[in-house]
């Protein structure tokens, strides 16, 4: 068993999380190969959503996850087989979406299944990675009268 790949995918899909929820989009982008694909079952968009090559994949995340949307990525329990310079991988997460300027909490859980390429720089990128829920939830922000946002990194600064 190669540990040291099984530690460097498990570092390559913790950083592609880190990268999401901090809005890292160059650095997300080291986390796939060129060719990645990525199929995103969330079901508030509808069907899943299907995004071909690293650079789709970026700009997507780049357009729609901006300042007005925060995220929160847990990933754990991975299951990783290394077969030399190719892998694959299932990770259960739980994710949490706020959508401010649509006033929606969004909370969910499912398995990713990933596919992993160790590329010609010797470092592992996700070649694939896509998920269908096991639950999903929204809830509107109106709806919760108590809530009171105490941090938001994102946020314009309150004037003094």
């Known amino acids: 068993m190669d540990l040291i790949a099984l530690e460097e995918i498990r570092q ?3 950083r592609y999380l880190r990268c999401v929820d901090l809005k890292l989009w160059d650095e997300f982008a080291g986390t796939l190969t060129e060719d990645a694909v990525a199929v995103y079952g969330t079901r508030v968009f509808g069907d899943p959503l299907r995004l071909e090559g690293r650079d789709a994949i970026v700009e997507y995340m780049r357009a729609n996850l901006g300042p007005a949307v925060i ?3 847990f990933a754990g ?3 990783i087989e290394v077969d030399g310079d190719q ?3 299932s990770w259960c997460f739980d994710d949490t979406v706020i959508a401010m300027d649509y006033r929606l909490l969004i909370r969910g859980s499912a398995f990713y299944q990933d596919t992993y390429r160790r590329d010609a720089d010797g470092r592992w990128r996700i070649s694939s990675t896509g998920y269908e829920r096991t639950y999903e939830f929204t809830v509107s922000l109106d709806d919760m009268p108590s809530l009171k946002f105490t941090a938001n990194r994102w946020a314009t600064p309150a004037a003094p």
Do not use: L
């Open 71 to 73: 995220t929160t990525h």
């Open 77 to 79: 329990h991975p299951e």
């Open 87 to 89: 892998a694959k991988g």
């Open 12 to 14: 390559t899909k913790y």
